[in-house]
């Protein structure tokens, strides 16, 4: 990763070169979440998007195939909550130098479920918002659980507000990518998130 765009304003844009480049990026990303957060992944086809999904998902500790649920819509994943938020343990090269302490979870949070959910959702092909009411959005999206989801605008209207808006787009070397808050949380995560991929940039 590299070029980045940050003086403590917000949106945050980076220049990524490569496919380990946005696996990197959606494992930084998985660092810096809680549960019920929303990511929108917006990007044209080929972007990178189900690319940063995997990285999300490696550093959570899953280790099986992840494919973009173009007909399906929804794929679950049920992942060790320990291993989610001692992300720090993990994956030592990715340690986090300053958490983000008012939105950490508790030790009774962590004891209540053993289990996190995550849902990779891809819209693509929804020919109308309303299918998702079927398809039981709101117990997908209840709070608890975190979602990672490809083409939002196809559900607009019925989709809840994203706390983190990500858009990649094609550039003539890599890809641009564009993390835009869309609540106090997401200003959380882009704001950390800036200042540990300023520190891989100098360093």
């Not at 679950?76 to 320990?82: F, G, I």
């Not at 986090?96 to 979870?105: G, L, M, R």
């Not at 959702?121 to 979602?147: K, M, N, T, V």
Request: hydrophobic share 35%.
């Amino acid at each position: 990763m590299s070029n980045i765009q940050y003086n403590k304003e917000i949106p945050v844009t980076c220049s990524i070169s490569d496919e380990i480049g946005m696996t990197e990026l959606g494992a930084q990303l998985a660092a810096r979440v809680k549960p019920g957060c929303i990511i929108y992944l917006n990007g044209d086809l080929g972007a990178g998007k189900t690319t940063l999904v995997r990285g999300f998902l490696r550093a959570c500790g899953y280790q099986g195939a992840v494919k973009s649920p173009t007909f399906t819509v929804v794929e679950p994943y049920s992942l060790d909550y320990n291993k989610l938020y001692d992300y720090n343990k993990l994956h030592k090269g990715f340690k986090i130098d300053d958490p983000i302490d008012h939105v950490s979870i508790s030790n009774s949070d962590i004891i209540k479920q053993n289990t996190q959910k995550i849902y990779h959702f891809d819209l693509y092909r929804l020919e109308d918002p309303e299918e998702l009411e079927y398809l039981g959005i709101r117990d997908y999206l209840d709070g608890q659980a975190i979602a990672l989801i490809e083409w939002p605008e196809k559900g607009q209207g019925v989709l809840p507000k994203a706390d983190l808006l990500i858009k990649i787009t094609h550039q003539r070397q890599g890809r641009g990518v564009k993390l835009q808050p869309q609540s106090k949380f997401g200003v959380a995560i882009v704001s950390r998130l800036a200042l540990k991929l300023n520190k891989s940039v100098e360093s």
